[in-house]
């Protein structure tokens, strides 16, 4: 294989030396001006589309191929499953609505931070600080364990408690996170198949089992297992360690240098769509893609309160949960993807001036104050095997403090915190109540069946609801979607039943880049070379 590819490769080499009077720079700029855009329709504006917009346009500007980048997105905004909403719809109090940190190995989103110029910082840089205790694991009937600062790898305490899992599960993730990064390089990237680069890359025993079994394999003890890496498997994906699989378990470990994009992750969406000159359509559904005798492709978009559009592209790339996209193919794709189960998360922002209250979390004593951040987890006993979907009797996947803000129309200037609760199911008003302790005389509505907006603004000074799909249920598997579903048609979801993350759907976006990109060479190469057997997939294992 590497023969024919290198055989090619000096034909085009002869090719280039010998057309007479033609350097390589000449034919490159013929080939700008003459040959036609390659017309690529992007569907989704999150983090895979956006990113796959912004690799197509630096591999096509690199080699002076012309393209045209179209990108359609039904929602009124840019950045999927993360966007911001305000505090008092004040722009001043931007507020992470979906996802929320990402971190130094995120080498996509940091790099693009980098190039596009924003602002990075620390995920915790805006919290209060006015407790010691920072971050708490609530078992529903007590803290099991509170550590001062939000990083894991602050030892001393852990391996008073612990022992060597920590520092087992520390090597682990790192083992772990070492062989999914081979993914980002040559020789795995870009990669055809994800089941076989996973596998090529030995990540199929941490895919293949259950977090529970995965530690237990690799000796970690089922105390830290239960107590602080379940705690963190529920606040990032709302699943327990006998659910979710071995490597998005270890995912969870992986939180060095967490950090936030200043006033909004969604920029690096936005300043990558920016940058890559995409027509960005915004309000426009897509909802069916046809292809047509030349092998081109009919996209059927329609744009919110007004008729349907079409219009003919040569790729069409899919970026987002296609299960979720509502399209409809003619004919239907050769590799249809399966459908995947996702966790239904409730999100409640909401500001108040008053602190948790550390009544209702059994604290006793005139200056106990709860942690900042309260993560959950199960009881010992009501473990993973028994309730493995379950939120458990704490009834809840974490509460957080984000910040401080000043309410807008208190005089005196009164200070009110922020925060956000991820829930299985809706609030009521009693949580809230309870959260906050407040007294519950005062009210006589029925409380169970009210909800967070039927508080007094006294006490609930701005809220914000939000129901997402944001990951799948991750289940232990061995495949994963394939990026390529038909000719000319590609899909970015699949990594999301392997990782699934901001970095890991951008890389997804790149790597569909990448592979259309070899894909147009290929092509190129053959009706230069005049040699109608070359077999694409022999490039694409490149
Ligand atoms: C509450 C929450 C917390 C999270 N926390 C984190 C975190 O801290 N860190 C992290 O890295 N990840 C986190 N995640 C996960 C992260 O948000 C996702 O993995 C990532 O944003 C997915 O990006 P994507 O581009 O693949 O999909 P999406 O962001 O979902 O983008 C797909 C886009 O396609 C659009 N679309 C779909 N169908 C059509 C159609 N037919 N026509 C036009 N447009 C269409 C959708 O409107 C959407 O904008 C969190 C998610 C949520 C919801
Ligand atoms: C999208 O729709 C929203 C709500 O209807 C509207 O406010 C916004 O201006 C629209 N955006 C674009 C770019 O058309
Ligand atoms: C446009 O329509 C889509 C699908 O019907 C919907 O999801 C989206 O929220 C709408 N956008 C606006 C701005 O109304
Ligand atoms: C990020 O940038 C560094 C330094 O320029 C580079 O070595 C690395 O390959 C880049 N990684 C990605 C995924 O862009
Ligand atoms: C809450 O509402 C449900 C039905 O809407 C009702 O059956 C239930 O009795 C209500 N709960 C209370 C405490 O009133």
């Not at 700008?32 to 956006?50: E, F, M, W």
């Not at 006015?130 to 790898?153: A, C, K, R």
């Not at 936005?270 to 492709?297: C, E, F, P, W, Y």
């Not at 949960?321 to 590799?335: H, I, M, N, Y």
Request: aromatic share 10%.
């Amino acid at each position: 294989m590497a023969f024919i590819v290198n055989f090619l490769l000096w034909i085009w080499t002869i090719a280039l030396c010998c057309i007479p009077h033609t350097g390589a720079d000449e034919l490159s700029h013929t080939q700008s001006s003459d040959v036609v855009p390659k017309r690529v329709a992007i569907i989704g504006a999150g983090a895979a589309g956006s990113s796959a917009a912004y690799s197509l346009r630096k591999y096509a500007d690199t080699s002076s191929t012309p393209i045209e980048i179209t990108v359609f997105e039904r929602a009124p905004y840019i950045g999927g499953r993360s966007t911001t909403v305000n505090v008092f719809d004040d722009a001043a109090y931007p507020v992470e609505l979906g996802a929320s940190i990402f971190v130094e190995i995120n080498y996509n989103l940091m790099n693009a931070s980098r190039e596009l110029g924003l602002l990075v910082s620390s995920a915790s840089h805006a919290r209060p600080k006015e407790t010691d205790d920072s971050l708490g694991i609530w078992d529903g009937n007590e803290f099991v364990f509170v550590l001062q600062n939000t990083n894991w790898w602050n030892l001393g305490k852990l391996l008073w408690r612990y022992g060597w899992a920590p520092i087992r599960t520390q090597s682990l993730m790192k083992k772990t996170v070492g062989k999914f990064l081979r993914l980002y390089e040559e020789p795995m990237f870009p990669f055809r198949s994800l089941t076989a680069a996973a596998a090529a890359v030995g990540l199929l025993d941490a895919t293949s089992t259950p977090g529970s079994v995965f530690l237990t394999e690799n000796n970690i003890s089922p105390d830290f297992s239960r107590e602080i890496i379940q705690a963190s498997t529920r606040v990032n994906y709302g699943q327990n360690l006998g659910l979710i699989h071995g490597l998005e378990s270890m995912v969870c470990m992986a939180t060095d240098g967490a950090v936030a994009i200043k006033g909004g992750n969604w920029q690096i969406f936005h300043g990558m769509l920016k940058s890559a000159r995409a027509d960005i359509r915004l309000n426009h559904t897509a909802t069916s893609v046809q292809r047509n005798r030349d092998n081109t492709l009919t996209l059927t978009t329609k744009p919110n309160g007004s008729k349907k559009e079409k219009q003919v592209f040569d790729e069409v790339v899919i970026a987002g949960p296609l299960q979720d996209a509502g399209l409809t193919f003619t004919p239907s794709v050769e590799k249809q993807p399966d459908e995947i189960p996702y966790v239904t998360l409730h999100v409640t922002l909401f500001s108040s001036p008053h602190k948790i209250s550390p009544r209702f979390f059994n604290l006793k004593g005139a200056n106990a104050q709860p942690p900042e951040t309260i993560l959950t987890s199960l009881p010992k006993g009501l473990d993973t095997g028994s309730d493995k979907a379950g939120v458990g009797p704490a009834g809840f996947w974490s509460i957080s403090t984000l910040r401080t803000v000043d309410h807008p129309h208190a005089s005196p200037a009164e200070k009110h915190y922020v925060y956000k609760v991820f829930s299985p199911e809706r609030l009521n008003a009693d949580f809230v109540k309870g959260i906050l302790g407040l007294d519950d005389t005062s009210d006589a509505k029925d409380s169970v069946n009210s909800t967070i907006g039927d508080l007094p603004k006294q006490d609930v000074s701005w809220y914000h609801e939000k129901i997402w799909q944001p990951y799948p249920f991750l289940y232990p598997r061995v495949t994963f979607e394939e990026s390529l579903l038909s000719p000319n048609i590609w899909y970015t979801g699949g990594i999301e039943s392997f990782i699934s993350t901001m970095e890991t759907s951008a890389l997804m976006g790149k790597n569909v880049a990448a592979l259309m990109f070899q894909s147009w060479q290929n092509q190129h190469e053959t009706t230069v070379g005049d040699d109608p057997v070359v077999d694409p997939e022999a490039r694409m294992e490149l």
